[in-house]
T-cell receptor
């Protein structure tokens, strides 16, 4: 069975600090897809990134970066120089290839508060 | 990516009543998904809705409580029936727009049941 764990329930940082959100997953499938979503206070879920299990290259997009390590089943998300607008709940999600595009399993989420 | 809209954006309802939530997409999609997010919790998939067939419900969710319609490739409704305060949640629809398997979400419907 697939499972996603986000051990950090809440994190508070001061603006301009770097922060890393942890995501650990479990799956028996050899091909799978990992996602990060942002949910600001408005409630809408915003897609941030998708990663294939066979592509372990790390990715950077502006102040955001992602570190995917199959050896530790982790897909961590780092925000550099955090801003107040980064305050949100962040969800990591997993989808197995056998249910491509369906049956997303979401982690419990990490609430990030960036203080001015 | 295409635009997903939901109506209503929020509602406050009385116990025992029903509410129908609409999800509209501005392009044709094969599958639409309905999720529930209880206060302070993560997302849980309620059902997958394909056009022209019965929705597929996840364990713990039944058609009598959450009937779903999918009359065409751009529209779906989810009804929350005989509501109780435990149904107070955000209900979100999502779709796959591309071949990469990503789900994109609507803005959600925030439901409060008194």
């Amino acid at each position: 069975a697939q499972k996603v764990t986000q051990a950090q329930t809440e994190i508070s940082v001061v603006e301009k600090e770097d922060v890393t959100l942890d995501c650990v997953y479990e799956t028996r499938d050899t091909t799978y897809y990992l996602f990060w979503y942002k949910q600001p206070p408005s409630g809408e879920l915003v897609f941030l990134i998708r990663r294939n299990s066979f592509d372990e290259q790390n990715e950077i997009s502006g102040r955001y970066s992602w570190n995917f390590q199959k050896s530790t089943s982790s897909f961590n998300f780092t925000i550099t120089a955090s801003q107040v607008v980064d305050s949100a709940v962040y969800f990591c999600a997993l989808s197995e290839a056998v249910n491509y595009g369906q049956n997303f399993v979401f982690g419990p989420g990490t609430r990030l508060s960036v203080l001015p | 990516s295409a635009v997903i809209s939901q109506k209503p954006s929020r509602d406050i309802c009385q116990r025992g009543t029903s509410l129908t939530i609409q999800c509209q997409v501005d392009s044709q999609v094969t599958m639409m998904f309905w999720y529930r997010q209880q206060p302070g919790q993560s997302l849980t998939l309620i059902a997958t809705a394909n056009q022209g067939s019965e929705a597929t419900y996840e364990s713990g969710f039944v058609i009598d409580k959450f009937p779903i319609s999918r009359p065409n490739l751009t529209f779906s409704t989810l009804t929350v029936s005989n509501m109780s305060p435990e149904d107070s949640s955000i209900y979100l629809c999502s779709v796959n727009f591309d071949s990469r398997g990503t789900q994109y979400f609507g803005p959600g419907t925030r439901l409060t049941v008194l």
